[in-house]
């Protein structure tokens, strides 16, 4: 089998990732495997296709490898799916999978983001591996490589493929026409809006017009085609401990003043490629320039979407998760599938309602998971990471379990205590009064009281 290894970290052959592929490749000469630094190349593809196109032409199988970059996968490799379907080369009824690496945060939502431009694609496609960062070190890791390498020839020797989600039905496309009344304005919120509109994007320019309008408080615009991005997220750790960028296009200085400054965030783009422009992948991926460090925790966001929202389900779970891990409100998401006026204006509406009321609401499993891995990653890579590691003391997000010593105590004399048969009995259908007791009282004491 000829198998196109495309290789989009940014790092090139020095990628931890791609070892994976070269361990494969070892194991199996029998196979003949092509690698190509996509990832390191991506402009010179821009600028020209054709080597690209004569290697995917010739492949049996597509082996995407790569990093899981902040929920998805690197800008790089986005820009790719980009050209590839720009240049309409037919790659139907080939292979693909993937190979990533990462602390499996969010891993979930990169694989499918790949999947389903896969499927776009007409490929064939198997389900990937998803490895820790220190995998290929260990005998485990190793075995799981082979094992993966393994299935995956089985899976294309007995059609054993990823099923694809339901596809949204054609509609004509309506440009929506701005029609809400610009209200009054007043002072003292700053309102952001973040956008990748292009000037042909008639519809979500008309949105944000509608939305600017609803809102009472002052709104600006900052578009990311704009700005003069040097390149995507490198995954050089330079910015681990001063903080600042290698690239010296300004990017981390204008993203702590024009946009993390604001009092609430405003994210506005058309869903392509089952996310956005891949412009708004390079304006995530350099955000990295704060490490893992919430420094929006508490700013409300809300969301201007045009494109069948409701039938991508892996980006409303991105939309929903980076709010949940980020500690920001989620006021909601307006798109132009069904009523967008009224949509608008609630969504206006809550944003105006989250700031007044400053809410927040407590971490779900997409937070609480999340921010459990960056927490123990963190404090193991403290001695690098200085800046993350500072700031997650200075937080309290170090809330390891073992160190809540009086509640392990308490567990450990209740355990003792209802391992004695006549304690059993004496508690025996009292348990749920014990349980709930403090909550009674509490609701006691609220008797009365208004907030």
Known sequence: MKILVLNASPKGKNSTTVHTALYLQALHPEHEFTFISVGQRIKSYENDFTPLRIELGKADLLLFSYP??????????????????????????????????S??????TAHRYV????????????????ADMDDLLTEKGQREARNFFEQLLFSCAHGLF???????PKREKVVYQPVLVSTPKVKGKDVVIVTNHAPYDENLANMIADFRAALPFESRIVNLREFPFAGGCLGCFGCAITGKCV??????????????????????????????????????????????????????????????????????????????????YLCGVATDEGNTTADIQALADSLVF????????????????????????????QGMMKADHRFYKEHGIYDFPQKQKKRILQMKLVGAMMAVPSVQRKLKGQMDQYI???????????????V
Request: a neutral charge.
């Open 354 to 381: 989250a700031l007044e009321k400053k809410l927040s609401r407590p971490a779900n499993f997409y937070g609480v998971g999340g921010m459990k891995i960056f927490r123990d990653l963190i404090y193991v890579m």
């Open 103 to 108: 602390k499996h945060f969010y891993d979930v």
């Open 247 to 328: 690239y010296k296009d300004g990017f981390d200085d204008f993203l702590r003043t024009e946009i993390q400054s604001a009092d609430a965030f405003v994210y506005a783009f058309s869903i392509s490629d089952h996310y956005t422009h891949s412009s708004f992948k390079c304006y995530d991926d350099r955000q990295f320039c704060n490490g893992h460090r919430t420094v929006t925790h508490g700013t409300p966001i809300a969301y201007l979407i045009s494109g069948d929202y409701q039938y991508e389900s892996n980006l409303r779970m991105i939309v929903e998760s980076r709010s949940e891990v980020g500690g920001n």
């Open 68 to 101: 899981v970059y902040t929920f998805i996968a690197p800008y790089q490799l986005h820009r790719l799916i980009e050209l590839i379907k720009a240049d309409g080369i037919d790659l139907s009824g080939k292979f693909s999978t993937q190979i990533t690496t």
């Open 162 to 168: 990823v099923t694809p989600s339901s596809k949204a």
């Open 436 to 450: 709930i007791g403090p909550y009674e009282k509490v609701i006691e004491q609220t008797k009365g009281k208004r």
């Open 115 to 130: 999947e389903e431009n896969c499927l776009d694609l007409g490929l064939k496609v198997v389900r990937g591996l998803s």
